[in-house]
């Protein structure tokens, strides 16, 4: 058996190797991870890559109303789901797109304060949702009463996000289109509070597969996989 | 284990016993009751956040009660309010008992961090509710509640580390004081880098989220594993009168935790943004660690084999009993979300769930219930009121938690085939929503019953503190132990 000391110091050096190697060393590392220019030459492109700074307001809201319990921003490779594949869930919007999504990278989420890459899958992954997001006002109304949209679904109703007014002279352009018993009482109309934009916003602004310095364009997939 | 049982002057040896209960009285009943309180809200807010994702309009569109803030504090209540409460309880009780001390100093401390640590969760839950929420997992009340929470652990974790520091004997065999020791020295070490690094450094990102996970694991592997366990290594011994089967087992068991438990967590990101040998050792440790689990069950079992009649009427016993039988099932379910063969199918649903779930309500509440109905008595002054309200705990715990368990489990394989299922490709989420609807509504079911029987066991715990237990020389048993007929109470008989 062993003394009071060097149990103690058993248990403290156990503990302090994985504390160490992988939390001390790569959150210290992360400190130096920049943008990155890309190559006109190799990658054809020009800029930096991330392009740009996320919306940091916008993800304030985001992760303030816990959206990540439901929904994912990190998009796996295919050899482990199906994800790449989906259909819209990247840049190409084809209905057969040539190859699939990418997964992402540490760089992707570079300049957010913490990263929602989610808890649980229960509505789609939103990483690339920019690419396929309908106009900002159907996102509204998705917001306000999702129930609007698909009777099935079991997103929340953020009309806390949402002013419901009286309408005064003209109605405002910005109203939300409801319809049947989800439109608002005669006289009165629904407005997305600046929260609610700058939601919008940020989920406009989710896009996280640009191309990454370097590395080749993932090869396209044989046409004939899919009929 | 009790070197002390056979001692020749039983009177004066209860006696001394007696003054160590009497010295830790305060604390613990204190954090017990109030552990039980957040137990009951925590379960009741289970049922509500689980009907919430079936039928999100339920109790109307209030923006306090959505799942995505409702979920959190749901958790949170769990894991602060009644885990780690009621994890500090019994590990003050079992190091003054098993390093045979009086607590010396520091109870009004004690009560004073209790009081603050109630309160902050309370602040830190409402804000959630109103909309402060953090989104980390079980780090979701704000900037504010760690330091607070830290000091209030720390008022805990210094007497009680003392204690074994005071007690250690080089030759002495204490497997269950290592565990608590563990326990004491590594919380505050995870909670303060997990806080430091989400909140204090300029910002992660995604590397933020694989800290966060690990912290969810750590807390898990090298918290709540640890007291659940040693409250296993203190009670089976006790109430069945055998020593441990094995101390090499004990050993290893305790030494492989250690060393396996902080290196797990980013595989819960697999295939994600995080460096590949982060996700890679993760899932090689979580798969490993079915060894220290299955051993330490191995031994658990083996030192209660033959005594199953004492499993069956006394409540300590058979909680812990079918908490221990929960450890290999955890070590199972993390094998499984570990493994990339199984883990990527799992990923992201209800299986996480599942986890959370198994850990620390199906094996760490468990054990803790078991050790509440031992040391309550002998703090109270007072026996257990009803055999009925004991076994009713005992049963809807277990077929509730077993249900979440399975359900969870299911769900998520259901959830990860759908996820995979390339007919679905282009289609929205109708199938995946409508598919796991089935497993929500059994969640929420369970939680209701087990809320209804935690709901007795507050006040049931409410009535033993305030001194209003039954007035008796034996213990409440769950039914007649054959060879102590003369344990037969009038409260057994009314209810066998």
Known sequence: MMNFRSFILGLAAAFALPWLLLIVVPALNYQQLTRVAYDKDKDGLEGFYPPAVVNGQGQLIYIQE??????????????????????????DQESRPAAPVRSNTLRDYLGEKYAPLGVQRIGPDLTNYGWRAPAAQVIHQKLYDPASIHDWSTMPAYKHLYKLQKIQGPASERALKLAGKFAPPAGYEVIPTPEADRLVEYLLSLKKD?????QPAVAAAPAAAKK | MDSTSNSPDLAADNQRRAAIDKSVRGPVLFLFLNGAFWLMLSTILGVLSAAKLFAPSFLGDCEFITYGRLQPVHINALVYGWGIQVALGIMLWIMARRSGQELRGGKATMIAAGIFWNITITVGL???????????????????????????????AWPIARMFGRAFRPEGFMVSTWYILGACFWFPWIFVTANVALHCLPGLGALGAGINAWYVHSVILLFFVPVGVAAAYYFIPKITGQPIASQQLASFGFWALA?????????????????????????????LLLVPFGLVGLNHHLTALGKHDAVSCSPTLRFIFFGSIFLPVTGIILALSSAFWTGASIQFTQAWYALQTVSVYGFFSMCAFGAVYYITPRLAGCEWLSVRLIRNHFWFSVYGVSTIVIMSLVAGWQQGADLNNPEYWNLDFMNHVLNSRPYVMARAIAWALISFSNIFF????????????????????????HGHDDTQTSAQASHA
């Not at chain 2, 997992?137 to 805990?156: D, G, N, S």
């Not at chain 2, 060393?259 to 050792?281: D, E």
């Not at chain 2, 507050?458 to 132990?481: D, E, F, Q, Y």
Request: hydrophobic share 45%; glycine share 14%; aromatic share 12%.
């Open chain 1, 66 to 91: 816990g959206c990540n319990q439901c929904h994912t921003q990190m998009i796996r490779p295919v050899q482990l789901g199906l994800d790449g594949w989906y259909k819209g869930w990247g840049q």
């Open chain 2, 259 to 287: 060393i396996l438990g902080g290196w797990t967590g980013m595989q819960k990101f697999m295939g994600g943004p995080l460096p590949f040998w982060m996700v890679a050792i993760g899932s090689t440790v979580g798969v």
């Open chain 2, 126 to 156: 409402l804000s959630i509710l109103l909309g402060k929420s953090t989104s980390m997992e079980w780090l979701e009340m704000p900037k504010f509640a760690w330091p607070v929470l830290l000091l209030c652990f720390l008022a805990y």
């Open chain 2, 458 to 481: 507050l006040l049931h715990l409410m009535l033993m503190v305030a001194g209003l237990g039954r007035r008796s020389n034996a213990p409440t048993l769950l039914h007649r132990s």
């Open chain 1, 210 to 214: 640009f191309p990454v310095p370097g």
